[in-house]
């Protein structure tokens, strides 16, 4: 350029080490841009456009800048994509017009743009409930963001916005298919990255009134309600001892096959959501498989009152057996553990219908039923009588028993031979029976099955004997008649004759079919009726009667004035007439004797005891041969004393007598008996006899003797004491029981005094005990054993007893001890004990809460109670039961809480790096307290409230915690919840960047937190522990750079340590390519004036120029060894390039420089002495961004670069 009114000066700017040179022009300032537009946006770049200024043609300049840091990019397009930007980072453009001479600018238009953050990555569904998903992600690498979800389902489609890296959504609906798109939003809240989708589901609400609806042997049918929400499928997990299967199905009901009878199965039920991976919590069901049926069942014995049933157990799981019993339509039911009961209480001769069935173990399952008939026996008939009795039939009758209605059996024998006799009424009439015989009739009760029959009552009646016949009078004297007559046919019989005169009637009794009537009044008529009489003296024939006159005689009133066993004495009344001798003629058995006496008395001696002698006496005149009619007298010898009497039977009425007959004729017997004074007499043929009708428990004197044939004379008597039989005693009762003693009281007998023999047994040992009381307390027993005791009265004589009467009872069980909750769920307490010592037993467990009691039985030493509440306190009383399930011990009580229900929804709320909020929702029943674990260190926590903040933590740590409810009782612990969760990575420390001059590096060094981390993300770029220093390379100098520290670990990333790190400098960059705009230039003769912007400080700030002068204009651009000439050796011819002056620019930053070449001012050693206006220069401008000046004030060393 060349200027008017001076010399031409050439300026050219240039670096030293290009070899070209640039001339400058000066231009006008072009328009400005306008619209600068954004037209696309990457993670790492930005595409601009604008409109170009109206005018010459331009190229542009465009500044951005973020964090004050600036560069700069030049183009000749309206549009230029500016590349290696960070992510999601706020830039700011400032577009300006640049004229021809790439120095003239126009005024700038600026706008601000975020680049596109990096897209998240590694969404993940950390938790899921019914309602919400709870989502997480890794943040992107660059600028600091904000998240965008779009969430939708079925279309519809919903956008949340968050500042962290986890969002927890939530009014969802159940079961459903969610689609997540996350997305980071760059500061201006516009840009947003490229999002990334996850697909998940919520989980399903769980499933409820999961039930059984149909159960047989092999199979349970189980239904239940599906939950609201989506459409979900199920899955069904059974269980038994263990082993665990699992079933799936898309209906709400499933029939699980394949299963073992009377079972316990747990079925827990869940839904799954579409995904097949997504499950509900799960809800569980407790059923049992039917029972098979019992079979075979028989009965194996029958009372009036009780039946025994048996039955065969059915195959299978352990069974209980319940036995329906009605009659008539009304229904009863008894349980049992054992395969046989005895149904007790019954009516006698009654039909019952039994209906047995197998029970599962939960006592309410039940198998089909399996039924049998069965009569119970009637009661015995009472009080069977003989009403009318022929000589070949007996009418009888009876009393019917109590019960149902009978028909009856008679069993009538004679001489061993038997038959029976059916009828529906309580009399009948046995016919074609032989006369005068003992029949023994036994009447018993058949019922309605004419099969089951009661006990028999039996009697004894003999059929009445035929009459006699053909009664005849063979002897007849003036005293005495001599009857016979022809025996009856049929049984053995005596006989009686009744005798009358004047209405006077005498009777005798014999066993002979002849007798002498005697003791009559001679020349009197006589009426004599005979009978024959049955074997029980009480039965009698019809009667025949004969009529006879006695015979008149001188002789009268022969007696037998003194018997005894070898001799009579007999006297006779005188005839009327004189003196007279008499002649005695006796006779037995056809040998005759006679005797003579002066006088009216002659004992008879030298006879045989006991037996008849016929004496006929008559007068005998002086010459000893004329007699009087002669009268005859019998008389019988006094029988022999009857010897060893003996009480034979005994019974409560009754005594069977017998003895020794004497030596010595034909006698029958006499049995006077006496109590309290009052005397009986019995008379006999036999040698033994039954007293009956007597008073029980008496004491009785017998006293019996021989008569003689004719029924007068009889012998000494032999006396016997005995005791009838005690009736037996009634209505034993146990009145008190206790482990080692029973009461035992019982109705005394009627009758007289007695006392008591108890025998008592078990296992076969019998012991006897004696009392005089109603009552005895039967001690040193075994507890929970089975007793009989067998009660009878003993007479006064200490030897005579009682038909026996047999109870039996228990004694009381000892108490179980040691009663213990083994196991604890939230609805169940499984109680165990220790079994008391003695007999077997089972047990009972009263349990109660707030007041209502339930009760259970088993038959073991543990028992889980179930359908319990959570979290409550319950009363355990628990008894042992006798074998005979009435007779309990003293009970033993026990408290236990039940577990609380698990808590649901834990989620942390709030993570710091030494602390996690931990929240959950309290369980659906009622939990006292809750119980807090770090599973790491065992450091527990309690609380009453639903959430808890646990601090003091390590940062950057995995904790799991359980947590569980605590009942009221402060020990009783639900089932723990169990989360795992990591609080937050702590960020590094004393984090420090230095960037040395020279190299374009920077060098980052850190401590890490006082926990171990895994690793740093600095930028781009991921150091490894344990390193704690890392150099960036590849920067441009003199350049801030944010440097982002970010520590992982278990917590995720860290809070960044952001540091703002500048390279250092370095030689200003080469300007080779850039052309220097010299703006105003201006001249004198001795000085040149102009004005230049400052350099690039993309390598370090420009702080000294040195303006360097030559008058060489051919020369290129100089080398640095130029930078030691000064303007005196320029003068002094050394050197044609000196340095002008040096500009200090280092305390300002000027938009643009002013020189003036020639001015005369010293900087240093350097002068900027006058130009010679006749020569031309050129000038070169070195910059530097460090100036290191010699001893001799000169530039040495530093960074710079020169620009021609």
């Known amino acids: 350029m060349k200027l008017q009114g001076v010399n031409e000066f050439n300026i050219f700017v240039a670096i030293f080490c290009v070899l070209t040179f640039q001339t400058l022009f000066v231009c006008s300032k072009p328009g400005p841009v306008t619209s600068p537009t954004v037209a696309n946006v990457t993670t790492t770049s930005i595409f601009l456009c604008w409109i170009a200024p109206l005018g010459g043609n331009v190229s542009y300049g465009v500044n951005f800048s973020n964090s004050g840091q600036t560069q700069q990019l030049l183009t000749n397009q309206t549009c230029l994509n500016v590349t290696n930007l960070n992510s999601a980072t706020s830039y700011s453009f400032t577009v300006f017009a640049v004229a021809g001479d790439n120095t003239t600018v126009s005024d700038s238009a600026t706008i601000t743009a975020f680049t596109k953050p990096g897209p998240v990555t590694s969404p993940t569904a950390v938790n899921v409930t019914t309602t919400s998903i709870f989502l997480c992600w890794v943040t992107p690498l660059g600028g600091n963001v904000s998240y965008g979800v779009n969430f939708s389902n079925s279309g519809q489609t919903q956008q949340l916005l968050t500042n962290h890296t986890c969002l927890n959504v939530t009014n969802l609906n159940s079961a459903t298919s969610y689609s997540f798109t996350v997305f980071a939003v760059a500061g201006d809240n516009t840009t947003v990255s490229d999002s990334a989708t996850i697909t998940a589901f919520t989980k399903p609400g769980p499933v409820t009134s999961p039930t059984a609806v149909n159960v047989t042997t092999t199979s349970v049918f189980l239904c239940w309600v599906a939950p609201l929400g989506g459409n979900v499928s199920y899955g069904v997990n059974f269980s038994n001892s263990g082993q665990t299967q699992q079933l799936l199905t898309n209906h709400t009901c499933l029939n699980v096959t394949n299963l073992n009878s009377a079972t316990s199965y747990s ?98 399952t039940v198998s089909d039923s399996t039924t049998i008939t069965a009569f119970t026996r009637p009661g015995p008939v009472t009080s069977p009588n003989v009403t009318n009795v022929t000589t070949t039939s007996i009418f009888l009758c009876w009393v019917t028993p109590l019960g149902g209605n009978v028909s009856y059996g008679v069993n009538f024998s004679n001489s061993g031979q038997a038959q029976q006799l059916l009828t529906n009424h309580t009399c009948l009439n046995v016919t074609n029976l032989n006369s005068a015989t003992s029949y023994s009739f036994t009447v018993f009760a058949v019922a309605g099955d004419n099969t089951t029959v009661s006990d028999s009552t039996t009697i004894t009646a003999f059929t009445k004997p035929g009459p006699v016949t053909s009664p005849t009078v063979t002897n007849v004297t003036t005293t005495s008649i001599f009857l016979c007559w022809v025996a009856p046919l049929g049984g053995n019989v005596s006989y009686g004759v009744n005798f009358s005169n004047s209405g006077q009637t005498q009777q005798l009794l014999t066993n002979h079919t002849c007798i002498n009537v005697t003791n009559l009044n001679s020349t009197t008529s006589y009426s004599f009726t005979v009978f024959a009489v049955a074997g029980d003296n009480t039965t009698v024939s019809d009667s025949t009667t004969i009529t006879a006159f006695t015979k008149p005689g001188p002789v009268t009133s022969p007696t037998a004035v003194n018997v005894t066993t070898t001799s009579i004495f007999l006297c006779w009344v005188a005839p009327l007439v004189g003196n007279v001798s008499y002649g005695v003629n006796f006779s037995n058995s056809g040998q005759a004797q006679q005797l003579l006496t002066n006088h009216t008395c002659l004992n008879v001696t030298n006879l045989n005891s006991a037996t008849s002698y016929s004496f006929t006496v008559f007068a005998v ?36 007598l017998c003895w020794v007959a004497p030596l010595g004729g034909n006698v029958s017997y006499g049995v006077n008996f006496s109590n309290s004074g009052r005397t009986q007499q019995i008379l006999t043929n036999h040698t033994c006899i039954n007293v009956t009708n007597l008073n029980s428990a008496t004491s009785y004197s017998f006293t019996v003797f021989a008569v003689a044939g004719d029924n007068t004379t009889v012998s000494d008597s032999a006396t016997i004491t005995a005791f009838t039989k005690p009736g037996p005693v009634t209505s034993p009762t146990v009145t008190n029981v206790t482990t080692t003693s029973i009461f035992l009281c019982w109705v005394a007998p009627l009758g007289g005094n007695v006392s008591y023999g108890v025998n008592f047994s078990n296992s076969g040992r019998t012991q006897q005990l004696l009392t005089n009381h109603t009552c005895l307390n039967v001690t040193n027993l075994n507890s929970a054993t089975s007793y009989s005791f067998t009660v009878f009265a003993v007479a006064g004589d200490n030897i005579t007893v009682s038909d026996s009467t047999t109870i039996t009872a228990f004694t009381k069980p000892g108490p179980v001890t040691s009663p213990t909750a083994v196991s604890v769920t939230p609805t169940s307490i499984f109680l165990c004990w220790v079994a008391p010592l003695g007999g077997n037993v089972s047990y009972g467990v009263n349990f109660s809460n707030s007041g209502q009691t339930q009760q259970l039985l088993t038959n073991h030493t543990c028992l889980n109670v179930t359908s319990l509440n959570s979290a409550t306190s319950y009363s355990f009383t628990v008894f042992a039961v006798a074998g005979d399930n009435i007779t309990v011990s003293d009970s033993t009580t026990i408290t236990a809480f039940t577990k609380p229900d698990t808590i649901r929804w834990l989620n942390p709320t709030d993570v710091t790096t030494t602390s996690i909020l931990l929240s959950w929702t309290a369980p659906q029943k009622f939990s006292d307290s809750y119980k807090i674990k770090i599973m790491n260190n065992g450091i527990v926590f309690l609380t009453k409230e639903t959430s808890l903040n646990v601090t003091e933590l390590l940062p950057g740590t995995s904790y799991t915690f359980s947590i569980a409810g605590i009942a009221a009782d402060n020990k009783t612990e639900g089932d723990p919840i169990f989360i795992t969760d990591c609080t937050n990575t702590a960020a590094v420390i004393n984090a420090t960047c230095v960037g040395p001059n020279y190299n374009a590096v920077l060098n980052i060094t850190w401590q890490p937190p006082s926990v171990p981390y895994t690793r740093v993300y600095i930028n781009n770029y991921t150091v490894y522990s344990p390193a704690t220093s890392y150099v960036i390379g590849g920067l441009n100098y003199f350049t801030t750079y944010t440097i982002t520290l970010i520590n992982t670990g278990c917590g995720g990333n860290s809070t960044p340590v952001v540091l703002n790190c500048q390279t250092g400098i370095t030689s200003p960059p080469d300007l080779s390519n850039v052309v220097l705009v010299l703006i105003t230039p201006s001249t004198t003769s001795q000085t040149i004036t102009f004005t230049f912007k400052p350099f690039s400080s993309s390598n370090g700030p420009v702080l000294h120029y040195a303006i360097i002068v030559t008058s060489n204009t ?62 031309s220069y050129k000038i070169a401008i070195a910059g530097f961004t460090e100036l290191n000046l010699s001893a001799g004030s000169r530039a040495s060393t530093g960074a710079l670069k020169l620009t021609l």
Do not use: H, M
């Open 621 to 656: 005149a002086g010459d000893n041969t004329t007699v009087s009619d002669s009268t005859t007298n019998t008389a019988f010898t006094k029988p022999g004393t009857v010897t060893s009497p003996t009480a034979v039977n005994v019974t409560t009425t009754s005594i069977f």
């Open 267 to 364: 079925f827990t039920v869940f839904a799954v959501a579409g995904d097949n991976t997504t499950v509900s919590d799960s809800t569980t069901i407790t059923a049992f498989t039917r029972p098979g049926p019992v079979t075979s069942p028989a009965v194996t014995n029958v009372t009036t009152t009780s039946i025994f049933l048996c039955w065969v157990a059915p195959l299978g799981g352990n069974v209980s057996y319940g036995v329906n019993f009605s009659n008539s339509g009304q229904a009863q039911q008894l349980l049992t553990n054992q395969t046989c009961i005895n149904v007790t209480n019954l009516n006698s001769a009654t039909s019952y219908s039994f209906t047995v069935f197998a029970v599962a173990g939960d006592n309410i």
């Open 1114 to 1175: 051919a020369n290129e651009i100089p080398d640095k060894s130029v930078l030691i000439n000064t303007y005196n050796d320029y003068t002094n011819g050394q050197t044609d390039t000196y340095v002008a002056t040096i500009i200090d620019v280092k305390s300002v930053n000027p938009a643009e420089l002013s020189v003036v070449i020639g001015d005369g001012n010293v900087y240093n050693a350097y002068v900027n002495g006058p130009l010679d206006s006749t020569k």
